[in-house]
């Protein structure tokens, strides 16, 4: 792929939140000549977002100098419009920017050199900084800033593998990375969806990324500012992000459960050999709530073509499938 960038603008109804956001990548600064673009989905709104955003970028001096496209995915759900955005981007690294993400000035630069000094590196992320419509925030929200990805991702510059996610609100990766973890394995999770606040198909990619050895990265440089309007910041919005994540955990909890099986038996076929000599006397023996994760377990382990069409079957058959060969 071209040696550049690309940046993600994912929207659904964003009209009134496009204009900051654009505002803030036309103000991006570069101490070295970088190629980038920023490609906006417009994830089948219903208000004018596609017009405000090609009318927006028109007002700024680099709108000549950066490739700007506003691209529609009739298929809502963020999955889809980012599955589009990836598969036109036409740089060797994306940037996925929320349409309610303030980058800071050198964030595409500083990622870009992220992503070029770390090979290993499947995705990296930094800090996102909360920025409210009237500059107040419930007494509630330091307890769950971490579900509107806000806060601290690490403590140093490195390597976070073990947290298992980075946010997706302006996470960067390698964009032909993104298109191999769904080339012929599609989204696990439904993923947000209009009003809906299903989540996780960020920690997904990630889960992929790390059973196929990527690791991901954090630098606190990386910094961006994350807007909500009032309508964010109430109980009933809350309790629907969380109840969300809830569902998205269902089909989570199985990428965590084989990657630390997978980290477990690696490179250590007794602890394997093991595992699967315990694994059909656990299923017996564990209480109802308990089975189905022994029974992802056994899954994981033999090379019996059982429960095929489960969850844990189809991370089983992504994990022994060769994915770089789009």
Request: a positive charge.
């Amino acid at each position: 792929m071209k040696k550049g960038i690309t940046v993600i603008v994912c929207t659904y109804n964003g009209a009134l939140r496009l204009p900051e956001t654009l505002a803030h990548l036309a103000a991006q600064s570069f101490n070295q000549t970088i190629s980038w673009e920023i490609i906006v989905v417009d994830n089948d709104s219903t208000d004018d977002s596609a017009v405000i955003a090609k009318e927006t970028w028109k007002k700024y001096r680099v709108s000549s100098s950066v490739p700007f496209r506003v691209i529609r995915e009739i298929r809502q759900g963020k999955i889809y419009a980012l599955e589009q955005a990836f598969s036109l981007a036409e740089f060797e690294y994306s940037i996925i920017c929320d349409d309610d993400n303030w980058l800071d000035k050198n964030y595409v630069e500083r990622m870009y050199a992220i992503l070029e000094e770390h090979p290993e590196a499947g995705a990296a992320g930094g800090d996102g900084i909360a920025v409210s419509e009237n500059g107040k925030f419930p007494d509630w929200f330091q307890d769950f800033e971490e579900g509107y990805a806000v806060g601290k991702q690490g403590t140093v510059a490195g390597d976070i593998s073990s947290r298992g996610h980075l946010w997706g609100a302006g996470m960067g990766t390698r964009t032909k990375l993104y298109q191999q973890m769904y080339s012929n394995f599609p989204s696990l999770l439904v993923g947000r969806m209009g009003g809906k606040l299903t989540a996780g198909e960020d920690s997904e990619y990630c889960q992929r990324l790390l059973l196929k050895g990527y690791t991901l990265y954090y630098d606190p440089c990386l910094r961006f500012q994350h807007y909500m309007s009032l309508a964010r910041l109430n109980l009933a919005y809350k309790a629907k992000l969380f109840d969300g994540f809830k569902e998205g955990n269902k089909i989570l909890d199985k990428y965590y459960l084989a990657n630390r099986i997978k980290h477990k038996i690696y490179q250590r076929p007794i602890k394997k050999i093991s595992l699967l000599f315990l694994s059909p006397f656990r299923i017996l023996i564990s209480a109802t709530d308990k089975k189905e994760k022994e029974l992802d377990v056994f899954t994981l382990l033999t090379s019996l073509s059982i429960r095929q069409n489960s969850v844990m079957g189809k991370i089983k058959r992504f994990i022994n499938t060769d994915t770089t060969s789009i």
